[in-house]
């Protein structure tokens, strides 16, 4: 199982997600008031159900809304609960930043063939053919080209491994792949002349397989095939998926389903008025009984511990009456951090 402090991580992400998903449904029900097109084609769709009719205009909004779901997910969540299951961060390896790594003139130049004949068919991915090509001795000591800029999604360093992932939609469009896998190979031989001593694994991660109809379950051979641009250019080696990709990334077997699991715990029919009830910590004191039910429901184990340490006290200091967590659902951590000194 994840230790507490990692699904309270995960459950102030979902609770995030929520809130935001929660505020922007009601301003796409009033954003989207003028779409005739739309509305004319949708109205082919309503849907009639024991009385209930959701109408076109709701369509539309549920469409917006929805997509604006899966960029979230895409863009933050994944990687944030992947930070909080791996102990693993982000890294930014560009000139913006100052940090862009080197390589040597022949990586380059190996990176560039291999690139080249994967995509005239003249060579099929191979995980350890490449890194055979990419890794030589003096390639540290030459080190005087500029690798690509690119940014590790998550990063775990390790006393004999540096372990990348690139976090990536389920459906990667037209193109993505040959991209991304030109950007994994020169950053892979970066990273290994920055750590001569340690294995590098830079792989793709993909969050569940769309193709299998267990929620954790995985087919990697089928859900390749099934991209010609991701067969043509990464192997089944070179990608973790659903639940494959959350076990590596934790090293805790049923992670996937553990998350899942803090997600249905949190995103019920009452979350909304759990929410407003446990964001003002006053409510503690005014039902402390559905208070602490909802934290523990919730795996707000942090804030058990502050109710518990400022129940009794007489003087409570003023962060205690600070927003729990704020409009956009945002866990207020200046607010925790003060109120958990001298614990």
């Given at each position: 199982?994840?230790?507490?402090?990692?699904?309270?991580?995960?459950?102030?992400?979902?609770?995030?997600?929520?809130?935001?998903?929660?505020?922007k449904?009601n301003?796409?029900?009033?954003?989207?008031?003028?779409?005739?097109?739309?509305?004319?084609?949708?109205?082919?769709?309503?849907?009639h159900?024991?009385?209930?009719?959701?109408?076109?205009?709701?369509?539309?909004s549920l469409?917006?809304?929805?997509?604006?779901?899966?960029?979230?997910?895409?863009?933050?969540f994944?990687?944030?609960?992947?930070?909080?299951v791996?102990?693993?961060?982000?890294?930014?390896?560009?000139?913006?930043?100052?940090?862009?790594?080197?390589?040597?003139?022949?990586?380059?130049?190996?990176?560039?063939?291999?690139?080249?004949?994967?995509?005239?068919?003249?060579?099929?991915?191979?995980?350890?053919?490449?890194?055979?090509?990419?890794?030589?001795?003096?390639?540290v000591?030459?080190?005087?080209?500029?690798?690509?800029?690119?940014?590790?999604?998550?990063?775990?360093?390790?006393?004999?491994?540096?372990?990348?992932?690139?976090?990536?939609?389920?459906?990667p469009?037209?193109?993505l792949m040959?991209q991304?896998?030109?950007k994994?190979?020169?950053?892979?031989?970066?990273?290994?002349?920055?750590?001569?001593n340690?294995?590098?694994?830079f792989?793709?991660?993909?969050p569940?397989?769309?193709?299998?109809?267990?929620?954790?379950?995985?087919?990697?051979?089928?859900?390749?095939k099934?991209n010609?641009?991701?067969?043509?250019?990464?192997t089944?080696?070179e990608?973790?998926?659903?639940?494959?990709?959350?076990?590596?990334?934790?090293?805790?077997?049923?992670?996937?389903?553990?998350?899942?699991?803090?997600i249905?715990?949190?995103?019920?029919?009452?979350?909304?008025?759990?929410?407003?009830?446990?964001?003002?910590?006053k409510?503690?004191?005014?039902?402390t009984?559905?208070?602490?039910d909802?934290l523990n429901?919730?795996?707000?184990?942090?804030?058990?511990?502050?109710?518990?340490?400022?129940?009794d006290?007489?003087?409570?200091?003023?962060a205690?009456?600070?927003d729990?967590?704020t409009?956009?659902?945002?866990?207020?951590?200046?607010?925790?951090?003060?109120l958990?000194?001298?614990?």
């Amino acid at each position: 199982m994840l230790e507490r402090l990692v699904c309270e991580k995960i459950a102030i992400e979902v609770i995030r997600v929520l809130v935001g998903s929660f505020n922007k449904l009601n301003v796409e029900k009033r954003a989207n008031r003028n779409a005739p097109f739309h509305e004319a084609f949708l109205r082919g769709f309503e849907v009639h159900s024991g009385g209930v009719i959701l109408e076109s205009t709701e369509l539309i909004s549920l469409g917006s809304w929805l997509q604006g779901l899966n960029t979230t997910l895409g863009q933050s969540f994944f990687e944030s609960v992947a930070h909080a299951v791996s102990g693993g961060d982000k890294r930014d390896f560009t000139g913006k930043k100052g940090t862009r790594l080197k390589i040597s003139p022949r990586q380059k130049s190996v990176v560039h063939t291999i690139m080249d004949e994967l995509t005239n068919g003249n060579r099929k991915p191979d995980v350890q053919t490449e890194n055979r090509l990419l890794f030589q001795a003096d390639d540290v000591d030459n080190a005087s080209v500029e690798a690509v800029d690119f940014v590790v999604d998550n990063c775990v360093e390790t006393t004999t491994q540096v372990i990348c992932v690139e976090l990536k939609t389920v459906q990667p469009s037209s193109g993505l792949m040959k991209q991304e896998k030109r950007k994994i190979l020169e950053g892979k031989a970066a990273i290994k002349n920055r750590y001569p001593n340690k294995e590098v694994i830079f792989v793709f991660g993909f969050p569940f397989d769309p193709l299998n109809d267990v929620p954790t379950g995985f087919d990697k051979e089928r859900f390749r095939k099934r991209n010609a641009d991701v067969a043509k250019f990464i192997t089944a080696e070179e990608f973790w998926i659903a639940e494959e990709l959350w076990h590596n990334l934790s090293g805790v077997p049923g992670t996937m389903q553990e998350i899942l699991n803090i997600i249905d715990a949190i995103a019920t029919p009452d979350f909304m008025n759990n929410y407003k009830f446990i964001r003002e910590h006053k409510n503690y004191y005014a039902d402390t009984s559905q208070y602490r039910d909802v934290l523990n429901k919730w795996f707000l184990f942090s804030e058990i511990e502050i109710s518990d340490k400022y129940g009794d006290v007489a003087t409570k200091p003023d962060a205690l009456w600070q927003d729990v967590f704020t409009n956009a659902g945002r866990y207020n951590l200046d607010r925790h951090i003060e109120l958990m000194k001298n614990r």
